[in-house]
């Protein structure tokens, strides 16, 4: 089992719809978790921190679910500018961070 | 929010050239600085961790001659990518991380050596 698995996509969405993501951790001990986006030749950006009872930050919620170690990403109200690759990082132990490999996310007009 | 500068953010150079990265961090003090790469269509790879005055930790595969980390200060780190050559050619990334917080990336470094 990889240690932060994401599924790679493509998804290709239109405007306006809802997506979502999850991603599975080998780590039982992990205590924090993220998304990031990247968007093509740039650096990863913080998009939240995922919380253990869940948290939203307008279009976008984030929720973890320890027993079955894995976390989600949901996305609202599709816009275009949310084209981009999401990463999920989670921390496995102090500053050992692990990265999924990214989901790429294409949204259309 | 959290700001990490990361220069120079493109670099061209001939092989055999010594290239050398900075990363600050400029409104936290970074306990903890990480430095990555990522080639063309791939996931970051992490190259290092490194603590402030402490050696850094390097990943499996990456030779600690040829890439040389210093974490001098708080706020500062740099990599040396020491006689590059073509395949040395990618994009480097630091982020710095005040634990517990989340770690926050610089901008990059476009290395293509020729």
């Known amino acids: 089992r990889k240690e932060v698995e994401q599924d790679p996509g493509p998804f290709n969405v239109p405007e306006g719809a809802t997506v979502a993501f999850n991603c599975t951790y080998s780590?039982?001990?992990?205590?924090?978790f993220f998304w990031y986006r990247q968007d093509c030749r740039k650096e990863p950006k913080l998009l939240m921190s995922?919380?253990?009872s869940g948290n939203e930050d307008g279009r976008f919620t984030a929720q973890l679910n320890r027993a079955s170690q894995y976390i989600s990403l949901l996305i609202r109200d599709s816009k275009l500018s949310d084209s981009a690759t999401y990463l999920c990082?989670?921390?496995?132990?102090?500053?050992?961070?692990?990265f999924g490999a990214g989901t790429r996310l294409t949204v259309k007009p | 929010g959290a700001v990490v500068s990361q220069h120079p953010s493109w670099v061209i150079c001939k092989s055999g050239t010594s290239v050398k990265i900075e990363c600050r961090s400029l409104?936290?003090?970074?306990?903890?600085m990480f430095w990555y790469r990522q080639f063309p269509k791939q996931s970051l790879m992490l190259m290092a961790t490194?603590?402030?005055?402490?050696?850094?930790?390097?990943e499996q595969g990456v030779e600690k001659d040829k890439f040389l980390i210093n974490h001098a200060s708080l706020t500062l780190s740099t990599l040396t990518v020491t006689s590059a050559h073509p395949e040395d050619s990618s994009f480097y990334i630091c982020?710095?991380?005040?634990?517990?917080?989340?770690?926050?990336f610089g901008d990059g470094t476009r290395l293509s050596i020729l």
């Open positions: 982020s710095a991380r005040d634990s517990p917080q989340p770690q926050h």
């Open positions: 780590n039982s001990a992990s205590q924090s």
């Open positions: 995922v919380y253990s």
């Open positions: 990082v989670v921390n496995f132990n102090n500053n050992d961070m692990r």
């Open positions: 409104d936290f003090q970074a306990t903890t």
């Open positions: 490194s603590n402030e005055g402490s050696k850094a930790t390097y």
